[in-house]
């Protein structure tokens, strides 16, 4: 049962879902009169972009082993096939919500906190299926959080926190 809940969840965190849902935020935001939503609409497709392809450039040298190949619970099956049995390191649905995760920092308080709680819960979900070791995901997220921080530079994005629509 948990299995097959978090394997469905896991496809929130799929980049080619997060990248259409940012190009069409981006596009949303274009049209608002508010420079502070436009510069993160801004920030948000890039976020998403570079976090998409960090993982594929990443994988191309690290060769670590998915759990999902082998045995690790009796009681755990894992997924059949999770992309590559040696792309386990980073986890690329983590870099990916720990970006996202990171740029809800400029959200009203309580849009941030469902932001993170669900980046987690979809990045833990990587773990509970056995495509990922726990240290891919956590790594993962860090590197996402990482990239989301080195981006602030190039798009400047400005806090939506305290303000009126």
Known sequence: GAEDVATA????????????????????????????????GLHLLATTFVSALLPHVLKTTFDQKRPDREVVAAHLKGIPISGKS???????????????????????????????TLSVLLSVTRIAILA???????????M?????????????PVSLQNRRK
């Open 9 to 40: 969840l896991t496809w929130g965190a799929d980049e080619h879902l997060l990248l259409v849902g940012a190009g069409i935020a981006w596009l949303v935001t274009r049209s608002s009169p508010s420079a502070a939503r436009r510069k993160l």
């Open 144 to 156: 996402g959080v990482g990239v989301e921080r080195l981006l602030r530079v190039l798009t400047e």
């Open 86 to 116: 040696n792309d386990a390191f980073p986890s690329g649905h983590a870099i990916h919500m720990g970006a996202l995760a990171s740029a809800a920092s400029f959200l009203p308080r309580r849009q941030r906190n469902a932001v993170w």
């Open 132 to 142: 990922h070791w726990t240290t891919d995901v956590v790594a993962g997220f860090v």
